[in-house]
């Protein structure tokens, strides 16, 4: 395997994982320098993969794919001299539809076709939930298929229309996908960013001297120095180039949007921006939720690190009880430690996490994560402190119950797997060993990010569906599968 290529490991098999990240530059020198560095700010939300594509007048499109992070792949002079260009795309990829957790280079964005009019570039984060109908739909039309990824069917759809222009194209081909979708893509001179109609998945605009920035999250804006001008509207397309500026419109049927409130809990980094709001201090507000819900007595409030830190604080603020660090990450180990032996997965969470045995030593400990899927590393961890010596354990969840899969772009074990999809909560505690078990409420989780009077249940404000069930769009190719959707109330 190769030294690049991110490993499993038992920590990380039992999050819900980030679905891809995109970025697009256009109008500055050297434009695939401003998508790595947007990219490797970008990592979280993927690491198996990450793919480069940039136009130069001279050289035309040229493309890199690679397997592993941006750093081992996108910082080398040999690389980055090979992609020249003032225009440009990139995808950092982990896999939610296709072959899921086994990329091929074949899978890696961006997607590249060759119209009448010129060539085009896509990038995609998000997931098409009839992508297996349209796939069968444009094989027996004559379509060849080069990946196992539902983005490549926005290509093919595109390469049918008969719009005369890219973005013509593009509009006529995202009418007739289902799902969530944030796009960047590119022409020869044009950069294209597209928001689904019910704005599921970010997409943010920037601004860089006389160049214009696409991006994921705002920290990716703020990595290469660019100003934040605006987010991507729901149901947006925005066509931008060098000479023109930004061209906005909207070529979808206007609906109430339902951005995914994951974003808010786990997948966005703290430093982002989202809906005008710190990340930070949305996930501290959810802490103080849940220590407002879920009080109970104990010595210290630690985090599970790091995606549990701000709401730990906020839950300490709110609760009175002392902050600590009760458990340490090993910053360095990232995921391509050694191939892990069988000695050493029994190690399990041992590896990335260490408790501080000093400080745990006959506290009571409430120990604040963002979410419970599987279970599996939260007894893990829990077992942790007891050994070393903790006296009560416990668990303060920063989400509510994850009882469904997510069909949007976010990789989800199947729904019996999920732990709350088969247990209530005090099940969940007996079987996770803790002294006491809460997850905030969906209400309280609405009011931590603006919502005072919490979720309206005839019209919410977000995406939920991974704890109620509510699924915005049908998901049509699993319908198809057999899935069974939430019975009607």
Known sequence: MSKTMPLAHPFDDDKLKEECGIFGAVGVADAANFVALGLHALQHRGQEAGGIVVHDPVHGFNSARRMGYVRDNFTSHEVMQTLPGNIGIGHVRYSTAGNKGQTAIRDVQPFFGEFSMGGAAIAHNGNITNADALRRELIERGSIFQSSSDSECIIHLMARSMGRTIPDRMEEALRKVEGAFSVVAMTRTKLIGVRDPLGVRPLVLG?????????????????????????????????????????????????????????????????????????????????????????????????????????????????????????????????????????????????????????????????????????????????????????????????????????????TPQREKLLAATMTEDEMRDHLGVDSLKFISLDGLYRAVGEAEGRDSKAPKYCDACFSGEYPVAPTDMIEKGFQLKAAE
């Not at 709001?277 to 507000?285: A, D, H, L």
């Not at 660090?325 to 969470?349: D, H, K, L």
């Not at 893990?380 to 006296?391: P, Q, S, T, V, Y």
Request: aromatic content about 8%.
């Open 207 to 411: 601004k860089l001297g006389d160049g214009y920035m696409l991006a994921s999250e705002t920290c990716a804006l703020d990595i290469v120095g660019a100003e934040f001008l605006r987010e991507i509207e729901p149901g947006e397309m925005v066509v931008i180039s060098a000479k023109s500026g930004v061209q906005s419109h909207f070529p979808f049927r206007r609906r109430q949007s339902r951005f995914c409130i994951f974003e808010h809990v786990y997948f966005s980094r703290p430093d982002s921006i989202l809906g005008g709001r710190s990340v930070y201090e949305t996930r501290e507000n959810i802490g103080r939720e849940l220590a407002k819900e879920s009080p109970v007595e104990a010595d210290l409030v630690c985090p599970v690190p790091d995606s549990g830190t701000p709401a730990a604080i906020g839950f300490s603020l709110q609760s009175g009880i002392p902050y600590a660090m009760g458990i340490i990450r090993n910053q360095y180990m990232g995921r391509t430690f050694i191939e892990p032996s069988e000695q050493i997965r029994n190690m399990g969470v041992r590896l990335k996490l260490n408790v501080n045995r000093a400080l745990i030593r006959n506290k009571r400990i409430i120990l604040v994560d963002d979410s419970v899927v599987r279970g599996t590393t939260s007894r893990k961890i829990k077992d942790m402190l007891l050994d070393a010596g903790a006296a009560e354990v416990h668990f303060r969840i920063a989400s509510p119950p994850t009882a469904w899969p997510c069909f949007y772009g976010v990789d």
